[in-house]
């Protein structure tokens, strides 16, 4: 595999005509600023998307990775250290993205979404249909592998498999001396609307905004920190990039050709 310029943030406009010249794929990082818990960044979802989607990149051997999106659709809105934009912003921002994308020349379109979960679906995915019905680009809005990984630790948010892709994507980025299963009550901002925060959502999605935003405690893996192990880590983050990559190829038509 040769060494090619992977980010758009490092290369010339030139360097940008030839990259999309040999693989006209965008790998569009969509993370967030949130709650992860005391042991894990709040950026976690932008730095581990970062990392994967330059891994799915570099076993394609080509593609132009953006910088990772932190306009994330709500969630968590009112956990500490958490920024949510509400539902309509975000589809308005996927829209314009995906216009100015092909504008560029992209034929194909892969949005990660490192921060996950039916609201982010919905504000990222419904766009994409509705631009595919007007253009040949072709989008792919995923937040993991088709299949699940095997290597997989579980855990769901700012758990177990969580923490791993973070201590492959970025070691200064976790902290598991600070982790203790015990502590379990979240640490909120007081005042936030649920009401704002799930505007123009569907109503299940409009559920989960309220659900996640009434939580109190948190329950937390009591084995993390033995299941995070760099070993484990390694595996996991590599079974993701593999599994990500083959289904950015099967959208890309390109299966056949790549075995």
């Given at each position: 595999?040769?060494?090619?310029?992977?980010h758009?943030?490092?290369?010339t406009?030139?360097?940008?005509?030839a990259?999309?010249?040999?693989?006209?794929?965008?790998?569009?990082?969509?993370g967030?600023?949130?709650?992860?818990?005391?042991?894990?960044?709040?950026?976690?979802?932008?730095?581990?998307?970062?990392?994967i989607?330059?891994?799915?990149?570099?076993?394609?051997?080509?593609?132009?990775?953006l910088?990772?999106?932190?306009?994330?659709?709500?969630?968590f809105?009112?956990?500490?250290g958490?920024?949510?934009?509400?539902?309509?912003?975000?589809?308005q921002?996927?829209?314009?993205?995906?216009?100015?994308?092909?504008?560029?020349?992209?034929?194909?379109?892969?949005?990660?979404?490192?921060?996950a979960g039916?609201?982010?679906?919905?504000?990222?995915?419904?766009?994409?249909?509705?631009?595919?019905?007007?253009?040949?680009?072709?989008i792919?809005?995923?937040a993991?592998p088709s299949?699940?990984?095997?290597?997989s630790?579980?855990?769901?948010?700012?758990?177990?498999?969580e923490?791993?892709?973070?201590?492959i994507?970025?070691?200064?980025?976790?902290?598991?001396?600070?982790?203790?299963?015990?502590?379990?009550?979240?640490p909120?901002?007081?005042?936030?609307?649920?009401?704002?925060?799930?505007e123009?959502l569907?109503?299940?999605?409009?559920?989960?905004?309220?659900?996640f935003?009434?939580?109190?405690?948190?329950?937390?893996d009591?084995?993390l920190v033995?299941k995070?192990?760099?070993?484990?880590?390694?595996?996991?983050f590599?079974?993701?990039?593999?599994?990500?990559a083959?289904?950015?190829?099967?959208?890309?038509?390109?299966?056949?050709?790549?075995?």
């Open positions: 595999m040769s060494e090619r310029l992977l758009w943030a490092l290369m406009p030139d360097d940008l005509d990259a999309i010249e040999h693989l006209p794929l965008a790998l569009v990082p969509c967030s600023l949130e709650w992860h818990g005391p042991h894990l960044a709040t950026g976690c979802d932008a730095v581990r998307g970062d990392a989607c330059t891994g799915v990149a570099e076993r394609l051997d080509g593609g132009v990775v910088p990772s999106l932190w306009v994330a659709a709500p969630g809105c009112n956990w500490r958490t920024i949510s934009f509400t539902p309509a912003l975000v589809k921002v996927a829209a314009e993205l995906y216009r100015e994308l092909d504008k560029c020349g992209f034929r194909y379109v892969f949005m990660h979404l490192s921060h039916a609201m982010q679906r919905e504000s990222w995915g419904e766009p994409a249909q509705e631009y595919m019905k007007h253009s040949e680009m072709v792919l809005v995923q993991g299949e699940q990984p095997k290597s630790l579980g855990g769901g948010h700012a758990g177990p498999s923490a791993a892709e973070m201590l994507s970025e070691p200064a980025g976790i902290h598991l001396d600070r982790y203790d299963p015990e502590e379990t009550l979240l909120k901002y007081d005042g936030c609307d649920p009401e704002l925060y799930s123009g569907t109503d299940e999605s409009r559920e989960s905004v309220h659900r935003m009434a939580r109190e405690e948190y329950e937390w009591q084995d033995e995070v192990t760099p070993e484990a880590a390694r595996r996991l590599d079974e993701i990039c593999d599994g990500l083959d289904d950015v190829r099967r959208m890309m038509g390109l299966t056949a050709q790549a075995e």
